[in-house]
């Protein structure tokens, strides 16, 4: 089993930044795509970034060149570096770890909240 602990996320005004981490334990596959989702009220969760084991990131379209998704292999752990923050942005943020095999797992999330 994999646990997923989100932390970072509050209440920044727009411009601001903030840096979500998500510490993983537990029986973690070597091989495993590690990403962040976002879900705002009222809409579906969407994939904000994601990072493989090797490093290779994928960004959605909205928050290029302000977030930016790292991870330490070695400490377990994933960051989402959050930039240039803009109202829209405000939503419960999710970390996600997928093993090679499609079977993945879920934190609890956090919220961010960016006022105007």
């Known amino acids: 089993q994999v646990h997923l602990q989100e932390s970072g996320g509050g209440l920044v005004q727009a411009g601001g930044s903030l840096r979500l981490s998500c510490a993983a334990s537990?029986?973690?596959?070597?091989?495993?795509?590690m990403g962040w989702f976002r879900q705002a009220p009222g809409k579906q969760r969407e994939l904000v970034a994601s990072?493989?084991?090797?490093?290779?990131?994928v960004y959605a379209d909205s928050v290029k060149g302000r977030f930016i998704i790292s991870r330490d292999n070695a400490k377990n752990t994933g960051y989402l570096q959050m930039n240039s923050l803009k109202p829209e942005d405000t939503a419960v943020y999710y970390c996600?770890?997928?093993?090679?095999?499609?079977?993945?797992?879920w934190g609890q999330g956090t919220q961010v909240t960016v006022s105007s």
């Open positions: 990072i493989t084991w090797v490093g290779r990131t």
């Open positions: 537990g029986s973690l596959p070597s091989l495993n795509v």
């Open positions: 996600k770890l997928d093993r090679l095999d499609g079977l993945g797992y």
